[in-house]
């Protein structure tokens, strides 16, 4: 894609956007965890659940917010290197494919946590009112822009490096 401004161009490249908006989703969700991991508790109740967000066990804040938070900071350096270029081989695949994995971990858990809320499945009655409504309509949709973002990187960066490749002699 281009934009001409005043005879200059200047070229955005597909996979440098979506791994910057993929690496900006992931380090919001980190700031978030990282926020409820140091005492925070806005929109917690309605994302964890009342107790765990009353009770804090140390599990839940080892794991759950300080875990899921550098998990999610890991995830936005694989968006920031489905940003380069030059990259060629093991760690272009590797690249490649934990970009796809990201997409599909959170592509499934937030269709199938969605599909479950909507459908009334009796395992997840347990909740409040509240946090059904939160979940269907904040967290769920979420999850699923992040995996689209990380799907689309990776297919961009995939496809940026086959047009590189096919560009060489």
Do not use: Y
């Not at 990201?102 to 347990?126: H, M, P, W």
């Not at 409040?128 to 822009?145: D, E, G, H, R």
């Amino acid at each position: 894609m281009g934009l001409h401004n005043g005879g200059c161009e200047l070229r955005f490249s597909s996979s440098r956007c979506f791994g910057c908006l993929a690496a900006g989703w992931a380090v919001a969700f980190a700031g978030l965890h990282f926020f409820w991991a140091l005492g925070g508790d806005v929109g917690l109740d309605v994302s964890s659940g009342e107790r765990l967000a009353s009770e804090r066990p140390a599990w839940f804040v080892a794991g759950g917010l300080w875990g899921v938070g550098l998990l999610c900071l890991v995830g936005a350096a694989v968006a920031l290197g489905l940003q380069r270029r030059g990259v060629h081989g093991r760690r272009w695949r590797a690249l490649r494919w934990l970009g796809v994995a990201i997409c599909v971990l959170l592509l499934a858990r937030g269709l199938f946590v969605e599909v479950l809320l909507i459908a009334g499945v009796s395992t997840v009655d347990g909740i409040s009112a509240a946090q059904k409504f939160w979940t269907l309509a904040l967290w769920n949709p979420w999850f699923i822009l992040g995996g689209l973002l990380f799907g689309l990187a990776a297919r961009s960066f995939s496809k940026g490096m086959a047009v590189g490749r096919q560009r060489e002699p």
